[in-house]
């Protein structure tokens, strides 16, 4: 704890000030009576190749929204409930369908039947479907539905060593996150039709575990067999690039089998490598950096450094009206920080697995008394780990709220400790009480009431003319740069496609760096 307290003395107010976090908010749209919406992408809502802040995931039913980077948690769950204010009052003026406020999907059609989103005739924008198409055959769509909350996260002056260190430690303590913030113990039965699990029935047409967190990080979830093959280290910068190259350079056996194109032309997937681009590689935590147009992730990373984090792993709490509230939001800050101010050793392929298996027994068990886990090669209580975690956090929020003399991180900190103290408050344990005791054991009646109460909520904000204006113009300009981009292809798709994917763009120099007018 020392070495810890004194590093987080040396961190000057100005950069604690310095730190910047954004909100990326997946939903699926759903029908008033829980099954997927089928219907297109709201034009009222701009393009979702070119729009700022309201775009599509992996299902043109699967609305992504997106802030800013923010000097505080409260400016940015603002725009995040703007942007969602928008988003129901359009939606309202379409008809009546609800934001699914759960990570686990609602009522799904047949695999096939799940939409995958559209982007235009771009060369760009075909590419971001083609890469969909290749995820549907990979995955199966059901598992793209899943939806969660991803915190962008920076502090001025961080090295890219220490952005590693800061990742290794995350991965290291992220059942802490999953315990505490958890919020999807059970899904309906729609999700698991065809495949092999071990959950239980809940009520006519759901499934649960009894003691889940998160059943959206577990084996059900964000899980590829074939990715358990990549041992991805996170050591250092290079170390990273060199796992993530292989993965996107070498043919992968079974992708080559579904090859590129079917026989009629039709395009299966971008590439037939373990990864077709970067942003297929699965994990709580990514290095980011802002690319440039046309630029490759990788050679971003490789060519500028580390910009922020993306943690991945936060599910939609259905108590809070945008999926997260402050206290949440306060809690990652602390935890991010103390893991870049924490000791963290390097990675080995031993505690690789070993945070594997945390992350499923976590997933599946997190609040099964006296489940243990591994931590540093001994046997330990996760309530304990916890714990000892949220203790440690104590000084780096004192140091939080001295910024501006409140008590915001110590309140959250004590809104933690009051979880650990009684599970049964924790938001996985809510869920399934709620389930229970309040819908008859049916988690998709659960999940309808809280979407809409959710509507209601934000709906009856004052919702003013300029918020409204503003975001008109943002859509029409989104669809106006669209066409720009569709206008602006030079080469056909299949050239575009080669030339995006050659293994020379991974690199570092300016050769690296293709000219589009977007990125995929």
Not at 289 to 317: F, K, S
Not at 497 to 502: F, Q, V
Request: glycine share 6%; aromatic share 6%.
């Amino acid at each position: 704890m020392n070495t810890l307290r004194d590093r987080l003395a040396a961190l000057t107010p100005q950069r604690l000030r310095g730190i910047r976090r954004g909100i990326e908010k997946e939903s699926l749209r759903a029908e008033p009576d829980g099954r997927l919406a089928l219907t297109p992408h709201p034009a009222r809502l701009g393009s979702p190749l070119a729009h700022p802040h309201i775009t599509t995931d992996f299902s043109e039913s699967q609305l992504e929204l997106v802030t800013g980077a923010h000097a505080g948690v409260d400016a940015a769950l603002t725009e995040l409930t703007e942007i969602h204010q928008v988003v129901y009052h359009e939606l309202a003026a379409l008809g009546s369908e609800l934001l699914w406020v759960s990570s686990m999907p609602c009522g799904l059609p047949t695999d096939e039947t799940i939409p995958i989103g559209v982007y235009g005739t771009s060369n760009v924008g075909r590419a971001k479907s083609i890469y969909r198409v290749g995820l549907s055959h990979r995955y199966g769509r059901r598992m793209q539905t899943i939806s969660g909350i991803h915190y962008n996260w920076s502090l001025p002056g961080v090295s890219n060593d220490e952005y590693f260190a800061l990742i290794r430690n995350f991965r290291r303590n992220a059942v802490v996150l999953l315990y505490l913030f958890g919020a999807s113990p059970a899904v309906c039965s729609s999700f698991v039709d065809g495949r092999e699990h071990e959950l239980q029935p809940l009520g006519e047409h759901g499934m649960h575990l009894p003691h889940a967190t998160s059943l959206r990080m577990g084996r059900l979830g964000y899980q590829s067999d074939a990715q358990a093959s990549l041992a991805v280290s996170y050591n250092s910068l290079d170390s990273y690039a060199e796992s993530l190259e292989q993965a996107l350079t070498v043919p992968y056996p079974a992708y080559e089998a579904i090859g590129v194109r079917n026989p009629g032309g039709e395009y299966n997937q971008l590439a037939t490598t373990l990864l077709q681009i970067e942003n297929e590689f699965y994990g709580t935590i990514r290095p980011k950096r802002v690319i440039q147009a046309g630029e490759r992730p990788l050679h971003a990373l490789r060519e500028r450094g580390v910009e922020y984090v993306e943690v991945r792993l936060v599910d939609l709490d259905p108590f809070e009206p945008v999926g997260i509230g402050a206290a949440a939001a306060r809690f990652l800050d602390l935890f991010l920080l103390h893991c870049l101010l924490a000791d963290s050793p390097p990675d080995t392929p031993d505690e690789i697995e070993a945070i594997k298996l945390n992350q499923h027994l976590t997933a599946a068990r997190g609040r099964e008394p006296g489940l243990l886990l591994e931590r540093a090669g001994q046997q330990v209580e996760l309530a304990e780990w916890a714990a000892d975690i949220v203790a440690q956090l104590a000084p780096i929020a004192v140091a939080m709220d001295a910024l501006d003399g409140g008590r915001a991180y110590a309140d959250a900190l004590t809104s933690a400790r009051a979880a650990l103290a009684a599970p049964e408050s924790l938001p996985s344990a809510r869920v399934l009480r709620a389930v229970r005791e309040q819908h008859a054991d049916s988690f998709v009646a659960f999940v309808r009431e809280r979407a809409l109460a959710t509507r209601a909520q934000l709906m009856a904000l004052p919702y003013p003319p300029a918020l409204k204006a503003r975001f008109e113009a943002l859509a029409r300009e989104s669809v106006a740069r669209q066409k720009q981009i569709e206008a602006s292809d030079q080469v056909p798709f299949e050239t575009y496609r080669l030339e995006y994917l050659s293994p020379e763009r991974l690199g570092l120099g300016e050769s690296a760096v293709m000219v589009s007018a977007a990125s995929v």
